[in-house]
């Protein structure tokens, strides 16, 4: 069998000026062997974007629209036809969340369609290690190419989401719910991740690491810009790349996992590298512990883990968390959710899938205080 080469580029751009994102993103391409490589004229192309929640561009949480265009304007000189789709966090619908994300935009100016991931399909993984077959939408077996087009952002349960995260929004509502209970460790849940990212592969990955988020993403952290397009033909070993990068690369759950389970492309000396490197250490989302007190508190998840909280002025009793807590460990009362901490696992999806950023977290005071 051809040993397989892993290539990623890293490119400056500075700002979201279309002209600006337009330059980085064929350099970036061109840099790991040109869009010619990966798209043939003819084919149907699914964009893959971050479209998490209803979050505008500036708020830093989901795929910016000017990264998107330029990827459009390059499958459609290939005389390729290129689709916008993702499932967002929680139970909404791509086209719900697609007018303050900037797409729905897109989408009519550049005459692009958008595709909601219905329709249910089981699809088996063979090479999975924890899961053999998924449930995804039907739809995705119409496209010839995937390409991957994350933002770069911290994570309160997975410490970080790049690349091969980016990729949980290929399951449909309710069933990241469901996995999401069933595998509330982080680190099984990782597995879960990998073993999606065996069986989707996706040709092409584009990194938004223009505007970044770090602190407590994936959608209520910080801004931080890192200023970079990057590109490549593995989604893992962009990841291994990125959190160099941010530093967290010797923390991430995601390559711990990686390595234990000898993907090479999670060892940054296996990686062939163009471009430049800038590094800058993000801050971690609250959620998470390290060294020996880690592992101690890993054990004792529920009693020592951040809890979520609800800032009341903020919230407006739309009941989208209860509907989708995948342990039924809230219940709105007089409008506003009550949480069950001896039911909640700890995942955060309240968190993210929040429309008003109205949940938070914190710690409990001992940990504080330590
Ligand atoms: S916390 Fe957020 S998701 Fe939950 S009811 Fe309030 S506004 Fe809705
Ligand atoms: S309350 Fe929030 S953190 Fe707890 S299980 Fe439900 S969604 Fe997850």
């Known amino acids: 069998m051809e040993k397989e080469v892993y290539l990623v580029s890293s490119v400056k751009c500075k700002s979201y000026s279309q002209n600006e994102v337009d330059t980085s993103v ?6 790991i062997g040109g869009i010619k490589k990966y798209i043939k004229k003819g084919s149907k192309v ?14 830093a949480a989901t795929t910016h629209p000017a990264v998107v265009k330029a ?12 689709f916008i789709g993702d499932d967002p966090a929680g139970l909404a619908k791509i086209k719900q969340v697609s007018k303050k994300t900037g797409l729905e935009q897109l989408s009519k100016e550049t005459k692009t369609p958008i595709v909601e991931f219905l329709n249910q399909t089981v699809y088996k993984d063979p090479k999975g290690k924890l899961i053999k077959q998924f449930k995804l939408s039907g739809k995705i077996k119409q496209f010839d190419v995937i390409i991957n087009v994350p933002k770069l952002k911290t994570h309160l349960l997975t410490l970080y989401t790049g690349a091969v995260k980016n990729l949980y929004g290929f399951i449909p509502g309710m069933e990241k719910a469901k996995y999401h209970y069933k595998f509330p460790d982080k680190y099984i849940f990782t597995d879960l ?18 505007t970044c988020m770090e602190g407590n993403g994936p959608v209520g ?25 941010i530093k967290l690369y010797n923390q991430a759950p995601l390559i711990k996992v990686a390595k234990k389970r000898k993907f090479p492309q ?27 007190l880690g592992i101690f508190l890993t054990r004792f998840r529920n009693l020592t883990a951040a809890k979520p909280y609800v800032n009341e002025k903020l919230c407006i009793g739309c009941s989208t968390c209860a509907n989708f807590c995948p342990a039924k460990a809230i ?36 940990l504080r205080w330590f």
């Open 193 to 210: 991740l990998l073993d999606l990212y065996l069986l989707l592969k996706p040709q092409l990955t584009i990194m938004d690491a223009v």
């Open 266 to 292: 999670s060892n940054i000396n296996n990686i062939q590298f163009y471009g430049i490197k800038k590094y800058k250490k993000f801050k971690k989302p609250r959620s998470h512990y390290f060294g020996i």
């Open 26 to 31: 064929l350099k970036a391409i061109n840099l």
């Open 46 to 59: 699914l964009i893959k974007v971050n479209a998490v929640g209803s979050h505008s561009p500036d708020q």
């Open 221 to 245: 952290g910080d801004k931080v810009n890192l200023n970079l397009i990057l590109a490549s033909n593995d989604s893992l070993a962009l990841d291994t790349v990125a959190l160099n990068f």
């Open 331 to 366: 219940k709105i009362k007089n409008k506003l959710p009550n949480f069950d901490y001896k039911k909640c696992i700890r995942c955060y999806c309240c968190n993210e899938i929040c429309p008003q950023r109205a949940i938070y977290l914190k710690r409990p005071l001992l």
């Open 71 to 82: 990827i459009i304007k390059l499958v459609k000189k290939q005389k390729a036809y290129p």
